[in-house]
C-alpha cells in the first residue's frame, strides 16, 4: 500500500506539471494583460510608464520565458505577488491568516464543496437503491422525474428562484454573504444558527445537480447487480431482502459510484465560481472571478493549481476507496 501510494504520488507530479503548462499558455491566450486594468483608465499614461509597468510584471518576456520563472517560484511553494492594485503575495489572500479560520476563502470554498458531496452521497444513494428495487412504482417515476428537472435545471436559475422565494418573499433566510451585520452582537447559540442559515441555499444549489446524476448512476447499477446469479443464489437460501440489498448487493454498486468520486471534485470547485458570486461568498470561487475580470495572472494559476492539486488528491482517493470496497484489486 505504502509503495502504491508512494508511486501514485510521482504519477502526480507530471500531470499536475501539464495541466499549469496549459493553463498558463490558455490565460496568456485571452486579450488584454493586467496592465490595461491600471492604465486604461488613466488617460495620462504614457506608452513608456506601461512598458515599465509591462517590465516590472515581467510581462515583456516570452510566455514559455514568464512559465519557467513561475514554475521556478512554485518549486519553493511561491505563488507569487497578485498582479492587484495592493499587491500581495497570492497564498495570503487564498488564505488570510489575519481572519478567523471560518471567513478564510480557502476554507470556506473547502468546506461548502465538502458539505455538498457529503448530502450529494447522503441523500443520492439511498434514492438510487431504493428506486432500484422498486423499479416501475409512483416512487421510482417522482424520483425520475426529480432527477431529469434537476439535469435540465441551470444553477444559476434554481439559485435566483430559491433567492426570491425564501429570502424576498418568504424572508426565512439570507440570500448573500456568510454571516449577518450583527453577528458580533450574537449569542453562540444565535451565531451557529445565523452561520448555518447562511449555508442552507448555496449548499442546496451546489449539491442539487450532483444529487441528480448520481442517483441515476446508482439506480442503474443496482438494477445490473440485483439481477446477478449470486443475488438470487443469496435470495434462494432465505437471506431477508435488507440482507441480501445492502449487504450482498450494495457493495458491488458501489464501485462505479466511487469511481466518480475523483471526478465529482472539479465540477464542485468549478460550481464554487457560479454560486459563491450569486450569494456573495467569499471564498476561492468569487476570488477567481474576480482575477479573471482583472487578468490577474498570477491569482488565477494559484486558485488553477491549488484546484488541480484537489483534483488529483481525489481521483487518489477514489482509487483507495476502490481497493478497500473489492477485494479482488488488493490482492492485485
Keep these: 500500500m505504502v509503495l502504491y501510494l508512494a508511486k501514485r504520488l510521482l504519477e502526480m507530479i507530471p500531470t499536475l506539471l501539464g495541466i499549469t503548462l496549459i493553463s498558463f499558455f490558455i490565460i496568456h491566450l485571452a486579450p488584454g494583460k493586467p496592465t490595461d486594468i491600471l492604465t486604461e483608465l488613466n488617460p495620462k499614461i504614457t506608452p513608456e510608464a506601461r512598458e515599465r509597468l509591462e517590465k516590472i510584471y515581467g510581462l515583456d518576456k516570452p510566455v514559455i520565458v514568464q512559465y519557467g520563472l513561475w514554475l521556478k517560484r512554485i518549486v519553493r511553494l511561491d505563488f507569487g505577488e497578485s498582479f492587484s492594485t495592493d499587491r500581495r503575495p497570492v497564498m495570503e489572500k487564498i488564505w488570510d491568516r489575519k481572519q478567523p479560520l471560518l471567513d478564510r476563502r480557502l476554507f470556506i470554498t473547502f468546506m461548502l464543496n465538502l458539505l455538498s458531496m457529503v448530502i450529494i452521497f447522503l441523500v443520492a444513494i439511498p434514492i438510487g437503491i431504493t428506486s432500484a428495487t422498486h423499479q416501475n412504482t409512483l416512487y421510482d417515476r417522482i424520483t425520475t422525474t426529480g432527477v431529469f428537472i434537476g439535469f435540465a435545471m441551470p444553477s444559476f436559475w434554481l439559485a435566483l428562484l430559491l433567492m426570491m422565494l425564501f429570502g424576498v418573499y418568504l424572508d426565512l433566510l439570507p440570500i448573500s454573504g456568510l454571516k449577518s451585520m450583527n453577528y458580533d452582537s450574537l449569542s453562540v ?4 444558527w445565523d452561520r448555518l442559515s447562511h449555508l442552507i441555499l448555496p449548499v442546496f444549489v451546489s449539491s442539487f445537480g450532483g444529487l441528480a446524476g448520481l442517483s441515476r448512476y446508482m439506480r442503474s447499477n443496482m438494477l445490473e447487480v440485483i439481477r446477478q446469479d449470486y443475488v ?4 434462494a437460501k432465505g437471506l431477508p431482502e435488507n ?7 450494495f457493495r458491488n454498486a458501489l464501485l462505479p459510484i466511487i469511481t466518480l468520486l475523483g471526478l465529482s471534485v472539479p465540477g464542485l470547485i468549478g460550481g464554487s465560481v457560479i454560486f459563491e458570486n450569486i450569494f456573495g461568498i467569499p471564498g476561492m470561487g468569487q476570488l477567481f472571478y474576480m482575477s479573471v475580470m482583472t487578468r490577474d495572472y498570477t491569482m488565477i494559476m494559484g486558485i488553477l493549481t491549488i484546484g488541480a ?6 481521483n487518489l482517493l477514489a ?14
Design 319 to 332: 482509487d483507495l476507496g476502490y481497493m478497500l470496497a473489492d477485494p479482488r484489486i488488493r490482492t492485485k
Design 243 to 249: 440482507e441480501v440489498i445492502y449487504r450482498h448487493a
Design 309 to 314: 492539486i484537489l483534483t488529483l488528491l481525489g
Design 232 to 235: 438470487t443464489v443469496a435470495r
Design 189 to 192: 447559540a444565535g451565531r451557529i
